[in-house]
């Protein structure tokens, strides 16, 4: 059973440059959230997908956005990029069907951004 | 928000000591506590949760509790062995709001053999 799949697993842009990651949820989980970590940092919510629409959203500009295909796989676009941008993006998912078990999330391995 | 404080941010332990980490929250509405060990280039992995109905669940040598009343839960790692090196995050959230967690900084746990 495949876990949570990111790519790429790094990245290096240019300031100003924007940059999509992309994330296949687990087998059977239809929810999925993107974190930002920065190094030494625990990681901070950007926003959560479920049906296609963003649910809930953290403290990040606009320059952060989402999306989420049919197929429950999800993408995350980041706009005029920045130095601080720099970090470990995780995506997490899990199912809108977990209702008595864990709420817990399954994350993937992240994919590191690097800003120069 | 929610804010979530974790402490100590380092620990060194002897191999088969115990440690804990603890871990305070600020939003009375939060019932879902979920602890995540995170080794290099890897992403945080769930290894035990607690919801706001139960004050202590254990899972082999890990045990979590949980103060509502003084808004503290903590991770307790018995008899500790060198694998259990790594990064260890707390979290917390509401049902409600089970996607949007709230971390702790970390906690960097070492065992020297």
């Known amino acids: 059973d495949a876990g949570v799949t990111q790519s790429p697993t790094h990245l290096i842009k240019t300031r100003g440059q924007q940059v999509t990651l992309r994330c296949s949820p687990k087998?059977?989980?239809?929810?999925v959230s993107w974190y930002q970590q920065a190094l030494g940092q625990g990681p901070q919510f950007i926003f959560q997908y479920y049906e296609e629409e963003e649910r809930q959203r953290g403290n990040f500009p606009d320059r952060f956005s989402g999306h989420q295909f049919p197929n429950y796989s999800s993408e995350l676009n980041v706009n005029a990029l920045l130095l601080g941008d720099s970090a470990l993006y995780l995506c997490?998912?899990?199912?809108?069907?977990?209702?008595?078990?864990?709420?817990?999330?399954?994350f993937g391995s992240g994919t590191r951004l690097t800003v120069v | 928000g929610e804010n979530v404080e974790q402490h100590p941010s380092t620990l060194s332990v002897q191999e088969g000591d115990s440690a804990v980490i603890k871990c305070t929250y600020s939003d009375s509405a939060s019932n879902y506590f979920p602890w995540y060990k995170q080794e290099l280039g890897k992403g945080p992995q769930l290894i035990i949760d607690?919801?706001?109905?139960?004050g202590e669940k254990k899972d082999q040598r890990i045990a979590v509790t949980l103060n509502k009343t003084a808004k503290h839960f903590s991770l307790h790692i018995t008899e500790t062995q060198p694998e259990d090196s790594a990064v260890y995050f707390c979290?917390?959230?509401?049902?409600?709001?089970?996607?949007?967690?709230?971390f702790g900084d970390g906690t960097t746990l070492t065992v020297k053999p």
């Open positions: 607690i919801r706001s109905n139960v």
């Open positions: 979290a917390a959230s509401t049902r409600a709001n089970a996607g949007k967690s709230t």
């Open positions: 997490a998912s899990s199912s809108s069907g977990d209702s008595s078990s864990n709420y817990g999330y399954t």
């Open positions: 087998s059977g989980h239809d929810t």
